[in-house]
């Protein structure tokens, strides 16, 4: 069973850097796409970053205007996003996702699988 556990969140002041991990257990994420999505409270879920296990190519939505860099370490199965200038908007819960097919998609009906969120809170 697919396991995706989520930590690295809290409160930062605007301008300021947080790292976000995501831990996978259960398969072999070869074949996945693995996303970050994020929710803030009252609006939709909301498509960050995507990485495409087998080849490293990575995928942003046209808010992290570079400020944001997801990775994956193969070696431990886990999944960073970094974040950089934050910004009081990009306050909300992170998700991590796994989507069961090598194509990216940018909509949270694309994952199979889901982890708990984490909360990023981006205040002076």
């Known amino acids: 069973q697919v396991q995706l556990v989520e930590s690295g969140g809290g409160l930062v002041q605007p301008g300021g850097s947080l790292r976000l991990s995501c831990d996978a257990s259960?398969?072999?994420?070869?074949?996945?796409?693995m996303g970050w999505f994020r929710q803030a409270l009252g609006k939709e879920r909301e498509f960050v970053a995507a990485?495409?296990?087998?080849?490293?190519?990575?995928y942003y939505a046209d808010f992290v205007e570079d400020r944001f860099t997801i990775s994956r370490d193969n070696a431990k199965n886990t999944v960073f996003l970094q974040m950089n200038s934050l910004k009081p908007e990009d306050t909300a819960v992170y998700y991590c996702?796994?989507?069961?097919?090598?194509?990216?998609?940018?909509?949270?009906?694309?994952?199979?699988?889901w982890g708990q969120g984490t909360q990023v809170t981006v205040s002076s």
């Open positions: 996702a796994a989507r069961s097919n090598i194509l990216v998609s940018r909509v949270p009906q694309g994952y199979d699988y």
């Open positions: 259960g398969r072999t994420f070869r074949n996945y796409v």
């Open positions: 990485v495409r296990w087998s080849s490293g190519n990575t």
